[in-house]
T-cell receptor
Framework: DAGVIQSPRHEVTEMGQEVTLRCKPISGHNSLFWYRQTMMRGLELLIYFNNNVPIDDSGMPEDRFSAKMPNASFSTLKIQPSEPRDSAVYFC?????????????FGPGTRLTVL | AQSVTQLDSQVPVFEEAPVELRCNYSSSVSVYLFWYVQYPNQGLQLLLKYLSGSTLVKGINGFEAEFNKSQTSFHLRKPSVHISDTAEYFCAVSDYGGSNYKLTFGKGTLLTVNP
């Protein structure tokens, strides 16, 4: 099992540019989560998909952020335009169910730096 | 709203010594409790979780945690640590309700095991 795959692992961009982060969940998992980790705020849930449908996007900070899941094996998180305060590590996680009984498996993260 | 407080941001210990990483939570409803570990440049991995039943929970790598409802605590312990236990440890909670997929994380405790 390859685990959750995220790309790129590191991204450096300039303010105002569009950034796209990618995630491939574990095969067979039907729940997908995007998290953001910063020193100030710790780990925060941005958005949760179940069966490719966004269920909870209350953590998405503002309209500059958008996420899609076109199929069960791929999701993207897009920031447009990016700002320096978006610098963080972004994690994708997947699970085989919808609740706390189902372990969330995390990818290695994408470290984003916005200059 | 829930919150998690990890009382120590850093815990240095010597190899083969016992360790306790402290976690307190606040919530107006019953909760589920989790400990995750993050090794350098990796995603989070579930160590153990408390859903119900016995308040002493055993996890992977020799770790255990005890749920104390009256003190709203879920401290993580290991009787003898190894160099390989050096990592960041996160305590997390989710509630009993419909959004039990949503994990609220503490800021993390960096455990450094020295030879």
């Amino acid at each position: 099992d390859a685990g959750v795959i995220q790309s790129p692992r590191h991204e450096v961009t300039e303010m105002g540019q569009e950034v796209t982060l990618r995630c491939k969940p574990i095969s067979g998992h039907n729940s997908l989560f995007w998290y953001r980790q910063t020193m100030m705020r710790g780990l925060e849930l941005l958005i949760y998909f179940n069966n490719n449908v966004p269920i909870d996007d209350s953590g998405m900070p503002e309209d500059r952020f958008s996420a899609k899941m076109p199929n069960a094996s791929f999701s993207t998180l897009k920031i447009q335009p990016s700002e320096p305060r978006d610098s963080a590590v972004y994690f994708c996680a997947s699970s085989s169910g919808t609740g706390m009984f189902d372990t969330q498996y995390f990818g290695p993260g994408t470290r984003l730096t916005v200059l | 709203a829930q919150s998690v407080t990890q009382l120590d941001s850093q815990v240095p210990v010597f190899e083969e010594a016992p360790v306790e990483l402290r976690c307190n939570y606040s919530s107006s409803v019953s909760v589920y409790l989790f400990w995750y570990v993050q090794y350098p440049n990796q995603g989070l991995q579930l160590l153990l979780k408390y859903l119900s039943g016995s308040t002493l929970v055993k996890g992977i790598n020799g770790f255990e945690a005890e749920f104390n409802k009256s003190q709203t605590s879920f401290h993580l312990r290991k009787p003898s640590v190894h160099i390989s236990d050096t990592a960041e440890y996160f305590c997390a909670v989710s509630d009993y309700g419909g959004s039990n997929y949503k994990l609220t994380f503490g800021k993390g405790t960096l455990l450094t095991v020295n030879p």
